[in-house]
């Protein structure tokens, strides 16, 4: 265990080389936050480690290149509230204070999803699913305690998350087939009551495929017309080097532009490992056994795919500046390629190398090529 002065020199240290690895010279920006500070926030999902300070060297990352943080894990609804009427704020309000030291925006992932919350929620004390009106309530209770306790410092919710199936439908999670479909304009309107000012998102993945996207542009336009408070939509991003095209990302974030919200890309991260089955989507339920030929790049990338990673990287990021007037947040889905999900999803035990900076903290050259597509603006 590091004593609070040994974390500090430690993260003073980290901060310094990060700096220094980063500076390109004295007059252009050298970090993300800076090189995009007129364009949009450039934030980053942490971890329990980073939220308590004993990742002392993603911490330094963290607050050297980022403007904007998103809870990885420790919002989510199993987490802060594991029983009836019992909530564990530790960490989430370590969290907050986190952001809050730093003066950055602060997300909050989520409030209503399929997943990550406990069963308790859809029954009652025999084990039987609840009725509409008693989970109406729970929704309610559960959204105005958690967004109220952080109302006017978390600036973005993660309303409801993954709610639409691959081919557009909703989702036959419990939340739907108990409350019915409109647990999605509810859940926005709890929302909006606990915090009248915070921006509020719905959240998915895989929106770039046809038939989702025409699904959710379908949902938006119908939460839109009922006035429901919804601000802006969430393309999550975990993408991979052939997907999406960069064509098929640009139609996507204008087409939900064209309903008059908002576009966040919520949950980048770039996967450079063989496909699997059902690549495209992020549905955190789907596991496949390991397979020494799903891990070739266990013992480190060779330059050609780092290449192909960096250019993907300049690609994307060139769509998401030419939107700066919509697009106003890009959240990476992690700090280092060690802290990546991608390294256990869909197989456990991977070698994956899906963000900007590698495992010893090192910014790639897909970080540079970022800092290049802002200085060509
Ligand atoms: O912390 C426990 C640890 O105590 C335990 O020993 C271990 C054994 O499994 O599990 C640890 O918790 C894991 C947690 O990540 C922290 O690493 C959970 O099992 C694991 O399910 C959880 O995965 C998270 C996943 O959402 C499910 O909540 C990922 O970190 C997180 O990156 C991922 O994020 C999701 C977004 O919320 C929504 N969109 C897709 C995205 C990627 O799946």
Same mark, same amino acid.
């Given at each position: 265990?590091?004593?609070?002065?040994?974390?500090?020199?430690?993260?003073?240290?980290?901060?310094?080389?990060? @700096?220094?690895?980063?500076?390109? $010279?004295?007059?252009?920006?050298?970090?993300?936050?800076? @090189?995009?500070?007129?364009?949009?926030?450039?934030?980053?999902?942490?971890?329990?480690?980073?939220?308590?300070?004993?990742?002392?060297?993603? !911490?330094?990352?963290?607050?050297?290149?980022?403007?904007?943080? $998103?809870?990885?894990?420790?919002?989510?609804?199993?987490?802060?509230?594991?029983?009836?009427?019992?909530?564990?704020?530790?960490?989430?309000?370590?969290?907050?204070?986190?952001?809050?030291?730093?003066?950055?925006?602060?997300?909050?992932?989520?409030?209503?999803?399929?997943?990550?919350?406990?069963?308790?929620?859809?029954?009652?004390?025999?084990?039987?699913?609840?009725?509409?009106? %008693?989970?109406?309530?729970?929704?309610?209770?559960?959204?105005?305690?958690?967004?109220?306790?952080?109302?006017?410092?978390?600036?973005? #919710?993660?309303?409801?998350?993954?709610?639409?199936?691959?081919?557009? +439908?909703?989702?036959?999670?419990? #939340?739907?087939?108990?409350?019915?479909?409109?647990?999605?304009?509810?859940?926005?309107?709890?929302?909006?009551?606990?915090?009248?000012?915070?921006?509020?998102?719905?959240?998915?993945?895989?929106?770039?495929?046809?038939?989702?996207?025409?699904?959710?542009?379908?949902?938006?336009?119908?939460?839109?017309?009922?006035?429901?408070?919804? +601000?802006?939509?969430?393309?999550?991003?975990?993408? $991979?080097?052939?997907?999406?095209? !960069?064509?098929?990302?640009?139609? %996507?974030?204008?087409?939900?532009?064209?309903?008059? !919200?908002?576009?966040?890309?919520?949950?980048?991260?770039?996967?450079?490992?063989?496909?699997?089955?059902?690549?495209?989507?992020?549905?955190?339920?789907?596991?496949?056994?390991?397979?020494?030929?799903?891990?070739?790049?266990?013992?480190?990338?060779?330059?050609?795919?780092?290449?192909?990673?960096?250019?993907?990287?300049?690609?994307?990021?060139?769509?998401?500046?030419?939107?700066?007037?919509?697009?106003?947040?890009?959240?990476? #889905?992690?700090?280092?390629?060690?802290?990546?999900?991608?390294?256990?999803?869909? !197989?456990?035990?991977?070698?994956?190398?899906?963000?900007?900076?590698?495992? $010893?903290?090192?910014?790639?050259?897909?970080?540079?090529?970022?800092?290049?597509?802002?200085?060509?603006?």
């Amino acid at each position: 265990m590091l004593s609070k002065m040994q974390t500090k020199v430690r993260l003073a240290g980290w901060t310094a080389l990060i @700096a220094a690895v980063t500076a390109t $010279s004295a007059q252009t920006p050298t970090t993300l936050k800076e @090189a995009y500070r007129d364009s949009f926030h450039v934030g980053v999902a942490i971890n329990e480690a980073q939220i308590t300070g004993t990742g002392a060297r993603g !911490v330094a990352i963290v607050e050297t290149q980022f403007d904007s943080i $998103s809870p990885e894990n420790v919002l989510k609804w199993e987490r802060i509230h594991p029983k009836p009427n019992t909530y564990s704020f530790e960490l989430a309000d370590q969290y907050m204070a986190f952001g809050e030291k730093r003066h950055m925006f602060i997300v909050g992932h989520n409030l209503v999803w399929h997943s990550q919350v406990p069963d308790w929620v859809f029954r009652d004390d025999k084990g039987n699913l609840v009725d509409r009106e %008693t989970l109406l309530k729970r929704m309610h209770d559960h959204i105005q305690t958690v967004a109220g306790r952080y109302k006017g410092r978390i600036q973005s #919710w993660d309303v409801v998350n993954e709610a639409l199936n691959d081919d557009g +439908t909703l989702r036959q999670s419990l #939340w739907l087939k108990i409350i019915g479909e409109d647990y999605i304009a509810k859940a926005f309107q709890y929302a909006h009551e606990a915090d009248p000012r915070a921006q509020l998102t719905y959240n998915d993945y895989s929106l770039e495929n046809a038939a989702k996207r025409k699904g959710a542009l379908e949902l938006i336009a119908k939460l839109k017309a009922q006035g429901v408070p919804v +601000t802006s939509v969430g393309i999550q991003g975990h993408d $991979s080097l052939i997907w999406p095209s !960069v064509e098929v990302e640009d139609a %996507t974030i204008s087409a939900f532009a064209k309903l008059g !919200v908002k576009v966040v890309i919520s949950e980048l991260d770039i996967d450079v490992l063989p496909p699997v089955p059902d690549q495209e989507s992020a549905d955190v339920s789907m596991k496949i056994q390991q397979d020494p030929k799903l891990n070739p790049y266990a013992k480190g990338l060779p330059q050609s795919v780092q290449q192909k990673l960096t250019k993907r990287y300049a690609d994307l990021f060139g769509v998401y500046l030419k939107h700066r007037d919509v697009v106003t947040r890009v959240t990476l #889905w992690g700090v280092t390629d060690a802290d990546s999900w991608r390294n256990d999803w869909p !197989v456990e035990g991977r070698t994956s190398y899906p963000l900007l900076f590698d495992r $010893s903290g090192h910014p790639k050259p897909g970080f540079q090529a970022v800092m290049q597509v802002a200085a060509k603006e």
